[in-house]
């Protein structure tokens, strides 16, 4: 089999992947992932063992166990640009031995589970809620780059979408994926409240917000609210949770995202203190996956 040449896949001189700087040994199966890389130690607080703490940038990686079983709790930064990142480097970590740099015959699927902070799209979502996705948007355009796209993309719910809202051809065109079933049951509770989760290429603009900068289309997050697809709404936005679902989907891992929401953008509510909300949702999150 030809090998990864080095310039495609880079392996620093102790033998960890380029970006995380973990070696195949100090990752678990499951994986936290967080966008903020302070909530790293927050999710490692509840662990009962702490086996190793990795950070190069934005990426921290803590290992360790919660009521006995082992997780990573990883920092991904913001945005699916870094999603590319890192999921393609946990992906090698676990399916391409890196001694000859060969993909490996056996693949190892993850459970990859954001923890996440996002803004509400429907009026009757709380702040201070949780939101587990069921399947995400991405208008990142980042999976558009990749030969599988449309065979992980809903491709129905994707036209019926862009037609709706009367889609940009400026725009990324955007890609639908659902998350992991297993892993939405494992999550599931009285406290989740299920929905379509928007991915985001900006916190600003690309969310609808206006400083002092006006967007393209000002009515977009009125039409968002609106649409509907065989019963399915749209209830939130965030920036990560596209791209996992998508790569996820195409290299053969389980993706959910679940995260607090921390303002309401139709009644224009935030939050007064998501933080508490955040550790709540972390130890439940792991209560439901131990
Ligand atoms: O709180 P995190 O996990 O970073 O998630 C949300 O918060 C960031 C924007 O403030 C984006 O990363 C968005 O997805
Ligand atoms: O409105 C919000 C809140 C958190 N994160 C986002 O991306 N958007």
């Not at 939405?184 to 206006?210: C, E, H, K, W």
Request: proline letters at 3%; charged letters at 25%; one cysteine or more.
């Amino acid at each position: 089999m030809e090998k990864i040449k080095s310039s495609e896949l880079i392996i620093n001189p102790d033998g960890s992947v380029f970006h995380l700087h973990l070696r195949p040994e100090h990752l678990a199966d499951t994986v936290i992932l967080v966008g903020d890389p302070g909530r790293v130690e927050l999710v490692a607080s509840f662990f009962d063992e702490v086996e190793c703490t990795i950070s190069n940038r934005e990426f921290v990686t803590t290992t360790g166990t919660y009521k006995g079983k082992r997780f990573s709790a990883l920092s991904t930064g913001i945005g699916t640009d870094n999603i590319d990142i890192v999921v393609n480097e946990l992906d090698a970590l676990v399916n391409i031995d890196l001694e000859t740099r060969t993909p490996k015959a056996e693949h190892k699927s993850l459970n990859l589970i954001r923890i996440g902070t996002s803004g509400a799209l429907q009026g009757n979502i709380p702040v201070d809620s949780f939101l587990l996705s069921n399947k995400s948007i991405g208008f990142d355009g980042m999976l558009n780059f990749y030969a599988d796209r449309d065979d992980v993309s809903d491709l129905d719910f994707e036209k019926s979408f862009k037609e709706f809202v009367n889609w940009d051809a400026k725009l990324a065109s955007p890609y639908v994926v659902p998350a992991s079933e297993k892993l939405i049951d494992q999550l599931d509770g009285d406290d989740m409240i299920q929905g379509v989760t928007i991915s985001a290429n900006g916190f600003y603009g690309p969310q609808g917000r206006v400083l002092r900068l006006q967007t393209l289309d000002p009515d977009l997050n009125d039409k968002i609210e609106k649409f509907d697809f065989k019963g399915e709404k749209i209830t939130n936005y965030e920036m990560e949770s596209s791209a996992i679902f998508g790569l996820s989907k195409m290299l053969g891992h389980n993706a959910a995202a679940v995260c607090a929401i921390i303002a309401n953008r139709i009644t224009k509510d935030a939050s007064k203190d998501y933080k508490p909300t955040v550790k709540r949702l972390i130890n439940t999150v792991l209560d439901r996956l131990s």
